[in-house]
C-alpha cells in the first residue's frame, strides 16, 4: 500500500524561507517520478516542480530560482526548499507520485506567506 505524507508548511513573512518534505512508502523509491504541486483557495491544482530518477529537475516559471527540489533514495524523501517567498505562493502543497499507472497524494501541508 502506498503512503504519502507531507509535513513542513507553515505561516512566514514574504521574502522567507521554509522547507517542506515527504515521505513515500509502498513503492520501489528510487525508480519514481516524484513531484510537487499546489492549490490556492478557489484555483485549480497546479504542477509546481519534478525530480525524476535520475535526479533531473523541471520547475515551473512561477517558482524558478527560488525553489529547489531535491530526493533521497535513503530515507525515501522528497524536499521542496522554498526562499524569497510571496504572498502568491500561498497553497496548499501536494507531494505526488504514480505507480502503475494510479497517481497518489499526500493530504497536503499548508503553506501560508503573509506580506
Known amino acids: 500500500q502506498v503512503h504519502v505524507v507531507e509535513s513542513g508548511g507553515g505561516l512566514v513573512e514574504s521574502g522567507g524561507s521554509l522547507r517542506l518534505s515527504c515521505k513515500i512508502t509502498?513503492?520501489?523509491?528510487?525508480?519514481?517520478?516524484l513531484d510537487w504541486y499546489r492549490q490556492a483557495p478557489g484555483k485549480s491544482r497546479d504542477w509546481v516542480a519534478t525530480?525524476?530518477?535520475?535526479?533531473?529537475?523541471n520547475y515551473a516559471d512561477s517558482v524558478k530560482g527560488r525553489f529547489t527540489i531535491s530526493r533521497d533514495n535513503v530515507w525515501r524523501q522528497v524536499y521542496l526548499q522554498m526562499d524569497s517567498l510571496k504572498p502568491e505562493d500561498t497553497a496548499v502543497y501536494y507531494c505526488?507520485?504514480?505507480?502503475?499507472?494510479?497517481?497518489?497524494w499526500g493530504q497536503g501541508t499548508q503553506v501560508t506567506v503573509s506580506s
Open positions: 505526488h507520485t504514480t505507480r502503475t499507472g494510479r497517481d497518489y
Open positions: 509502498g513503492i520501489n523509491f528510487r525508480i519514481h517520478t
Open positions: 525530480v525524476s530518477s535520475d535526479g533531473t529537475k
